[in-house]
């Protein structure tokens, strides 16, 4: 059974970095891309940053680009999403996602497996 469970969410102010993490099981973590996407109250849900396979490729949402940085461990099954100068609107819950992607780079934002979420809050 495929879980990933997000973690490090809280309350901060802007201009501060946090770091969230997913530690996947119960797939083949390698084979997988992997996604962050948040909703805020109210908002549909939306993409935030990919990362491929290996790691070697990466992809942002224009809001959070040059702030944001996704990468993955594929010894630990984890990966990160670590977040500098958080501004108000990344107030959201973060979501990780899994995609079987095992060669190609996958560029959708159709994901096989979701996370439960973790809250972000910043305040101004």
């Known amino acids: 059974q495929v879980a990933l469970v997000e973690s490090g969410g809280g309350l901060m102010q802007a201009g501060g970095s946090l770091k969230l993490s997913c530690a996947a099981s119960?797939?083949?973590?390698?084979?997988?891309?992997m996604a962050w996407f948040r909703q805020a109250p109210g908002e549909d849900r939306e993409f935030v940053a990919r990362i491929s396979w290996s790691g070697g490729n990466t992809a942002y949402a224009d809001s959070v680009r040059g702030r944001f940085s996704i990468s993955r461990d594929n010894d630990k099954n984890t990966m990160t999403l670590e977040m500098d100068n958080v501004k108000p609107e990344d107030t959201a819950v973060y979501y990780c996602?899994?995609?079987?992607?095992?060669?190609?780079?996958?560029?959708?934002?159709?994901?096989?497996?979701w996370g439960q979420g973790t809250q972000v809050t910043v305040s101004s």
């Open positions: 996602a899994a995609k079987y992607s095992p060669i190609l780079v996958y560029e959708g934002y159709d994901f096989d497996y």
């Open positions: 119960g797939l083949e973590f390698r084979r997988y891309a």
